[in-house]
């Protein structure tokens, strides 16, 4: 693999080059590792609803990276004319995915920013210097998450994780795989069970393809054997990311968590969540969360090849939500919140101040 993708030895995901964004075409893994370049915001927007780049953080910083390039786009000769091109950009970047709340933030971290410079061209540098800023951020930032969470977990534990919440879903490292990382950095000899992640499989196609990247013991199983891998002892704890985490500490996050989080209460098994505090939303109510629903066509196949027949009726919801009460902590880069989450999570922003 290329050095330039690797950052400490997992992979860089998104990165801004030559004023141009750069992305690992998530769609082609794991057979091919194709790196796109863009020079339009349109193009990003396609690549966020596509799932070129994908995972909450990845799309957060993905979306500044496309309101950079609006920025180099525009025409505008005075101030006020770039902020509307921005604004426009910043829409259909918005629209792309509702549920996970790091698009809107990074976008709105670019739009803040805007509003400083005086100048065509000061706001230009602004919006590009926050954008990397805020890649940069993203991989201090599941480092120190890393950490945070490593004491939770033993020697010798066998970890299950769904989806992948790894370096692939954020600019490098990972919110969960970083945990699992920085678990085996911390000296503990750790085995790794990842779900196959149904119907996008980025549990098979990228967690275990990140993972094994870097060396881990990992083994894949069907979603279908979370219950079967459960009660024959097979783990020892349950780590995911998450899209959105509401005050109450309910957790949006990969269709099938909710599903694990059951069946690891069921069993007795620690179940935690790993997510920065740009993903934690401190204003919606969770029934006000939307869930994204997605093409039938991701579940009536596999890539290309139809496993369902002709015109039938689909259900396909990206997300579903974890209630508190199935949740042994969240893991942030503040530090670990535990129940009741109302009070846990104010403390870990008013740290933040
Ligand atoms: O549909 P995806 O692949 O974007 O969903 C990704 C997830 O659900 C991840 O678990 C979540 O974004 C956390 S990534 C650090």
Redesign the pocket.
Known sequence: MENSTKHNNSLRTVEWKNNKVVMIDQTKLPNELVFVEYDDFNQVADAIST?VV????A?GVSGAFGLALAALQSKATIKDELLSDLEHARKILFAT?PT?INLGWGLEKIMDVATYGNSVEQIKELVISKAKQMADEDIEINKTMGKMGSVLFDNNDTIMTH???GAL??VAY???LGVIRATRESGKNIKVIATETRP?Q?GSRLTVFELKHDGFDVSLIPDTAVGYSMANGLVNKVV????RIVKTGHVF??IGTYQVATMAKQHGIPFYVA?PLSTIDMETKAEDVIIEMRKGSEVTGIGEKKTAPDDINVINP??DMTPPELISGIITEKGVATAPYEESLKKLFQANL
């Open positions: 799932l994908r995972g909450a953080p799309i995915r996970a989806c992948n919440a879903a954020t990972g919110t969960a996008i980025q995911v990311g998450a899209d996050n990969k997510a990206a997300f």
